[in-house]
Structure formats: structure tokens, C-alpha cells
């Protein structure tokens, strides 16, 4: 694993430390600001957006796995061999090792992380505008909201042993955590500070979760003994 991955991991772990030690250990905001929850709202509300819109763009997610270029298509189902010239198919060779990756819905192949996160992203921004605009309380028990948003923030960034049917499932509950984070420590602290703090957090981890799946392609590519794959990164 690349070095600057590794980095990547232990500061999103470490982000995850200070958000339960936020929980255990909530500070006190001395000056409270009014219009708070309408600034977090509208910044979280702008990434969510971002990140449904990225969703859609398969040029930039191809450049993300380290994959970009279209090839003749080719029909290989075997997963430890195929033509020099697979084509892209959901942003992944379809040669038989990223199975697990895709999800074939109505004879269209689709990337089942790209539409987990794409579900998740718009689930958050239900819940963002219901939180912190309509300013409906979610839960009365706001530590407990956090902790399954650091539970599910986990395990979505270590989702890439997962079938292709978990992977979509943990990519959604991914989104969904951070946003639970987000929200627990805005009902906790009521701090405007923190707030962006932990929306930065969300931000590393998305990267980082973004970065593993690079890494993750790298092995597969990396592994494969097919010579002169035209799409190996």
C-alpha cells in the first residue's frame, strides 16, 4: 500500500477518534451562534450536491481508478483471462475481475459503488434539509447517532472484499454515516466551529474511501497476468 494511502487511512481513523471523543467528551459552545444550523445546512447540502453530480460524470470516475482508456468491446467471462482490448463497462474492464464491482440492472452494467453513493447522497440531503432547515429533531439520543455513523463510516471505507450487491448496500450506509456524525455532534455541541470540522472529516473520508478504491484497482490490474492489457493502469 502507497504511502501517502496509508497517511490517508490513519488521519480518517484518527478523524473517527476525535468524533467519539467529541461524543464522550462534548465541549461547551460559550457563544452559540443563531444562524448556524443554515451555514452547516447549506455547506453540507453543497458537497451532497457535488457528489451526486460527480456520480454522473464517468470521464472523472475513470480518471479516479486510474482507468480512462475505451477499447474494442469484448465478451470474457473467464476472471483470470482476457483480450488485450477488454472494454469499460460502469468505468471497469469487463473482463471478469471486477464482477464484484459492477451491479447488471435492465442489460446495463453500472458501477455498485458509484449508485450506492449516489443513493446515499441524496438520502443525506433529505435528511440535511429535514435536520437543518425544517429543524426537526432526528433522535433524542444524539451520542447514539453517533456511534452508527462511525460504524457505518468504517465500514465503508473498507468495503472492497464486498460482493458487488454489499458493496452498493455499504457504499449508501457510508453517506448515510457521515451525515449521522454530522448531525449527532450538531445536537451535542451546537457549534458552528465544530460543525466544519467534522464536515471537513466527511470530506477526507470520502477521498480516502476514493483513494482505497484506486488502490483496489491497482491490485486487481496489478495482478492480472494477461500481457499488454491496453487498460492496465
Known amino acids: 500500500m502507497r504511502t501517502e494511502i496509508k497517511y490517508q487511512?490513519?488521519?480518517?481513523?484518527?478523524?473517527?477518534?476525535?468524533?467519539?471523543?467529541?461524543?464522550?467528551?462534548?465541549?461547551t459552545s460559550a457563544n452559540p451562534v443563531a444562524w448556524r444550523k443554515p451555514v452547516v445546512g447549506a455547506v453540507?447540502?453543497?458537497?451532497?450536491?457535488?457528489?451526486?453530480?460527480?456520480?454522473?460524470?464517468?470521464?472523472?470516475?475513470?480518471?479516479?481508478?486510474?482507468?480512462?482508456?475505451k477499447k474494442s468491446p469484448t465478451n470474457m467471462d473467464d476472471p483470470n483471462s482476457h483480450d488485450t482490448n477488454?472494454?469499460?463497462?460502469?468505468?471497469?474492464p469487463d473482463c471478469g475481475k471486477y464482477n464484484a464491482h459492477v451491479l447488471r440492472l435492465n442489460n446495463k452494467t453500472v458501477c455498485s459503488a458509484c449508485l450506492g453513493l449516489l443513493v446515499g447522497g441524496v438520502l443525506a440531503l433529505v435528511?440535511?434539509?429535514?435536520?437543518?432547515?425544517?429543524?426537526?429533531?432526528?433522535?433524542?439520543?444524539?451520542?447514539?447517532?453517533?456511534?452508527?455513523?462511525?460504524?457505518a463510516t468504517t465500514?465503508?471505507?473498507?468495503?472492497?472484499?464486498?460482493?458487488?450487491?454489499?458493496?452498493?448496500?455499504a457504499n449508501i450506509i457510508f453517506v448515510l454515516g457521515a451525515?449521522?456524525?454530522?448531525?449527532?455532534?450538531?445536537?451535542?455541541?451546537?457549534?458552528?466551529?465544530f460543525d466544519l470540522v467534522v464536515i471537513c472529516l466527511i470530506v477526507f473520508w470520502l477521498f480516502t474511501r476514493i483513494s482505497l478504491s484506486g488502490y483496489d484497482h491497482e491490485v486487481i490490474c496489478g495482478g492480472c497476468d494477461t500481457p499488454n492489457c491496453r487498460l492496465r493502469a
Open 9 to 27: 487511512l490513519t488521519v480518517s481513523l484518527a478523524g473517527l477518534a476525535l468524533v467519539v471523543a467529541l461524543t464522550f467528551f462534548p465541549p
Open 44 to 69: 453540507f447540502c453543497s458537497f451532497c450536491a457535488l457528489g451526486v453530480v460527480a456520480v454522473f460524470s464517468p470521464t472523472q470516475c475513470g480518471k479516479i481508478v486510474r482507468i480512462t482508456n
Open 86 to 92: 477488454p472494454t469499460l463497462k460502469g468505468h471497469h
Open 127 to 151: 435528511v440535511s434539509v429535514v435536520y437543518f432547515f425544517v429543524e426537526i429533531q432526528l433522535t433524542k439520543n444524539s451520542s447514539s447517532l453517533v456511534f452508527a455513523g462511525v460504524l
Open 155 to 169: 465500514l465503508g471505507l473498507f468495503q472492497y472484499k464486498f460482493g458487488s450487491v454489499a458493496r452498493f448496500l
Open 179 to 193: 451525515v449521522s456524525v454530522l448531525v449527532g455532534i450538531d445536537s451535542l455541541i451546537g457549534s458552528l466551529i
